[in-house]
């Protein structure tokens, strides 16, 4: 076998043992569906290892990345799909369509993707306004535009009232996968830096400031923005030293690494301080009870980096409008394979673990 | 010019009149959402042509086809997507699941795709059984088996009670046109010979049938099925005089055949006694006062075919499972542009309109 293919193998059983740990970590109990199961979380893995992955298992969607790379004669294209529902539709920072169009482009980025076409999958609610409509989907044209991607195909359904919640939009992508990358959460080795784009926590807790029973005065505006250009600056400087990308949506920072973790067979020991965490998020989260490691971002990314070319990598991020905070927060270690570990402010360490439960349900 | 850039330029200018054309017809005048906006028919072509068509306009869109069809180095890909709302979500020939994936993949086959990859985006309404999202998950993964499609990204989003109603599930999906298809309702052209794969309007009648309001003795069996195999074997017998593929699905045949008109700027004349109409169907319409050519099938084809491969393109179509009640129906014409005609059963003449209102709401 010449290296690369020995290289292929290694990564495939590493990937079907990582499915054997996932599927023996998470195991589904419930008999009835519960907002958990929308976290993003644990709850979420319970029920993807439990009924999706077994009923679906491909050797592309067994890797469990942010998007399908599926090659097609001479191209490498990346494939995703995300629904929003998020609630409210409106917020500071963006909207419904915003989100979609974001979301699913970086979904794309993640791949080393440049994003090219999205689809518009629209559920309406009977009665909902016109106009609202009308703002979300110049919202989602202008997002699009701006990104430089296209919507080419699109679907509309109408359900009765109280069958919907005014408006879900479910936006799939595909993307040509840059040359330059070779990205997965298999690649991730011991010794990897890992690098954070920008302060964690300002999408979640927008949304829960947006939320009407919330009083907290405080000013914090989703993070919603498209990464590709991100993306590609790092590939540009780095190349094949980018080993692995992640957006930490739902679930935030302690999910998305925790995921990372189980999948290299690896742990991520983490230094609180060096995470960005806005003064605004900061104080919410303390009123509120949260971690803001758990909180979703919508336009943040983390990126595991061959040791070597941390300093490379943190110029090209910080040298980008969307990664001016990036930092370096931790490091990939061999021993307790699956694990995330936090040196704390005070200058302890805890287990950081997936998010559990969920405190703010439909946040994407 | 060469003949081909003339063509494809023909086809382009054709293409921006079909889209004054629709524009012109097609006027959103309400306020609010309603269910017939999601009916296929006219009401939701006035929110599309209103709405969407402007907002995300671009070359790939404006062709208004079931699939994109976009080109990626070597690659002619089909790219499409489409979300399921159908209630109830068990009924007699299918389940939501089912229903999801043969949905996409004959979008996709309606280009001249070979269908690859499926995409599964699902909102969960909380408090659904578990027991029922396997049946239904079970039945997608039996559904891309058969139908050798790989379901390769997904995502799960779930809502509080009364905010959906059980699950919805959205569907894109990628697949490789064909070499030998190049169709599109722009390339229909008069004196070309519209053909119909099957009976008409089993799907939605089975559908209503299993709604409990109803209480008619009949059996109809929705016609959900994957068409792939079929129109590669059309495609293998006739190449390109093979003009344009259309799914009668929601708005039926009458629907899809008004939207060609439009688009080819043709009419259209069909013949009503060719027109293949299961008993079941033809009763339970005669009871509920519909009309069969409004109701929607899940498993059938209308296909536009040069004059002189009629007679081979209806060998191949019954030579086919799907295909054995294929018939000749009607002929494209050059005069009344946008215009369907029927002579019906009794020898007269009639408009067929587009669907206009929702005899059967969330019917896929």
Redesign the interface.
């Given at each position: 076998m010449d290296k690369q293919s020995t290289q292929s193998s290694e990564v495939l059983s590493k990937i079907e043992r990582a499915r054997q740990a996932r599927r023996h970590k998470f195991y589904?109990r419930?008999?009835?569906?519960?907002?958990?199961?929308?976290s993003g979380g644990k709850a979420?893995h319970n029920?993807?290892e439990g009924?999706?992955a077994p009923?679906?298992a491909?050797t592309?969607?067994d890797r469990m990345e942010d998007?399908?790379t599926?090659t097609?004669?001479?191209?490498r294209?990346a494939?995703?799909?995300?629904?929003?529902?998020v609630n409210p539709l409106f917020f500071a920072g963006g909207d419904i369509g915003r989100l979609a169009v974001h979301g699913t482009i970086n979904d794309l980025a993640m791949a080393g993707a440049d994003p090219?076409?999205l689809?518009?999958?629209?559920?309406?609610?009977?009665?909902?306004?016109?106009?609202h409509?009308?703002r979300i989907?110049?919202s989602?044209?202008r997002a699009?535009h701006e990104a430089g991607v296209?919507?080419?195909?699109?679907?509309?359904?109408?359900?009765?009232r109280?069958?919907?919640?005014g408006i879900?939009i479910?936006t799939?992508g595909?993307g040509?996968v840059r040359a330059s990358a070779n990205l997965g959460q298999a690649l991730v080795a011991p010794g990897d830096r890992v690098l954070l784009s920008g302060s964690v926590g300002d999408h979640g807790i927008a949304i829960m400031l947006a939320r009407e029973e919330l009083d907290i005065e405080t000013e914090v505006s989703s993070d919603s923005a498209a990464l590709h250009t991100l993306v590609a600056a790092l590939l540009d400087r780095i190349g094949t030293r980018l080993h692995c990308l992640k957006d930490p949506t739902r679930g935030g920072v302690a999910t998305a690494l925790n995921e990372v973790a189980l999948s290299a067979e690896v742990s991520i020991a983490l230094d609180e301080r060096a995470i960005p965490v806005h003064e605004g998020v900061r104080g919410a989260c303390e009123i509120l009870g949260l971690d803001a490691l758990t909180i979703a971002n919508e336009g943040k990314l983390l990126a595991f980096i061959a040791p070597e070319a941390e300093q490379e990598a943190l110029r090209a991020l910080r040298a980008h409008p969307l990664g001016r905070e990036a930092a370096v927060i931790g490091t990939v270690q061999a021993e307790f394979p699956g694990m995330v570990f936090l040196r704390t402010d005070i200058g302890g360490t805890r287990v950081l673990d997936m998010l559990v439960g969920d405190p703010l349900?439909?946040i994407c």
């Open positions: 589904l419930d008999d009835h569906v519960t907002l958990s199961h929308g979420t029920l993807i009924i999706f009923a679906f491909n592309i969607l998007s399908a599926i097609l004669g001479d191209q294209l494939f995703t799909t995300d629904s929003y529902v090219l076409y689809s518009a999958g629209i559920i309406l609610e009977e009665g909902f306004a016109i106009e409509l009308q989907v110049d989602m044209a699009a296209l919507i080419v195909t699109g679907d509309t359904k109408v359900v009765q109280a069958k919907a919640d879900f479910n799939a595909v040509s349900p439909r």
